[in-house]
């Protein structure tokens, strides 16, 4: 089967969507039952380091929603592809061959308001097409799921859970961490990380070998200035922003922390936290639905709008070895559900019954 592959996010730094997709192709190169099929990876400009067995098809263009639905669509009818999988969202509709697409979560329904009115409206339209045209829909849990049944309106049986593997971080084995708490992920408005500064504040005051990183770029809508957030705060050095952290960085920030938070009102899956568990350190999350999904009893959960809840789960956490060593022995067990072997083999049986 020659199966056609939406590869834009191979692209520069891949983001969620880029180190989904490689995790995938990971693994499908290292299966001789993969080799059966041929894997066209199509993209506006140049990937680097892509194994075999897969053909790159560079298709100049910007990587926007013209690039994929008049550009892509004329060499994927010219390479007469059996199936096309778009990892991302949304689909080329003006091809002939059937497809298959990953959603995520849909935020962009659920909650418009995140969104500006071009970019909401896009994402709406497209995806629901998208989803309606495809004969099967992926998603990263059973709460997307649920979310992707009512607001996109698929039916149950065309959509299939399947959770991710979880990179491992190249970190150190420290014996003493530093009092270090972090954050990880792109800044959107419903994670919080102005409230996450505010509440953190005092009680790195009180203490003040303790610190605070968030890495991740902003892309908050309405804007949220994180530079005024801490200056406000008069913490010098106690807080950093990274916008952008190499993974040597980040694995060197990941064996530095002692506890992770993620204040997310909502998330397909909250794959960060579960990145920061298999580096060795404890999240406090917001206590969703999703969150629980995730880390199950790996985890310490907090209130929506509750910063002292907050600031006492980070300080146990910080100072308190039995509760960091009971959350800890549970992530193996939670750990255990995301697997990027596993995910390959279903994802691509998927693709196959299609």
């Not at 892509?72 to 061959?97: C, E, G, K, N, W």
């Not at 961490?177 to 953190?200: C, Q, W, Y």
């Amino acid at each position: 089967m020659r199966i056609g592959i939406d590869a834009r996010e191979l692209v520069g730094r891949p983001t969620g969507v880029g180190r989904h997709l490689s995790g995938l192709l990971a693994e499908w190169a290292a299966d001789s039952a993969s080799r059966v099929h041929q894997f066209l990876l199509y993209t506006h400009a140049a990937i680097p380091d892509v194994p075999e067995p897969f053909v790159v098809k560079i298709v100049p263009g910007t990587s926007g929603a013209w690039w994929q639905q008049v550009q892509l669509p004329r060499a994927v009818r010219s390479d007469q592809i059996d199936l096309f999988f778009s990892p991302q969202y949304t689909a080329p509709l003006r091809i002939t061959a059937k497809t298959a697409v990953v959603i995520y979560d849909v935020s962009f329904a659920a909650h418009p308001e995140w969104f500006r009115f071009r970019e909401g409206v896009r994402l709406r339209w497209l995806s629901r097409a998208a989803a309606t045209q495809a004969c099967a829909v992926m998603t990263i849990s059973e709460f997307s799921r649920r979310e992707i049944i009512e607001h996109l309106n698929v039916p149950a049986a065309r959509i299939h859970v399947i959770p991710p593997g979880i990179p491992l971080r190249n970190t150190r084995v420290r014996s003493e961490r530093e009092p270090k708490v972090l954050f990880v992920g792109s800044i959107f408005n419903r994670r919080h990380v102005p409230d996450l500064i505010a509440s953190l504040s005092p009680l790195l005051r009180l203490h003040p070998e303790a610190s605070l990183d968030i890495v991740g770029d902003n892309r908050s809508y309405p804007h949220e200035d994180l530079v005024a957030a801490i200056e406000r705060e008069q913490l010098g050095e106690q807080i950093t922003w990274h916008r952008y952290a190499t993974d040597e960085r980040l694995d060197e920030l990941y064996s530095r922390a002692r506890v992770f938070v993620f204040l997310s009102d909502y998330e397909g899956l909250g794959l960060t936290p579960l990145e920061a568990l298999a580096a060795g350190v404890p999240p406090v999350l917001l206590d969703t639905p999703v969150s629980r999904e995730t880390c199950g009893d790996a985890a310490l959960y907090v209130p929506r709008d509750r910063p002292q809840d907050v600031r006492r789960a980070v300080e146990q956490l910080l100072f308190d070895d039995q509760a960091r060593a009971t959350l800890l022995a549970a992530a193996p067990g939670v750990l255990a559900r995301y697997n990027w072997a596993r995910a390959a083999r279903e994802t691509l049986q998927v693709i196959e019954r299609c």
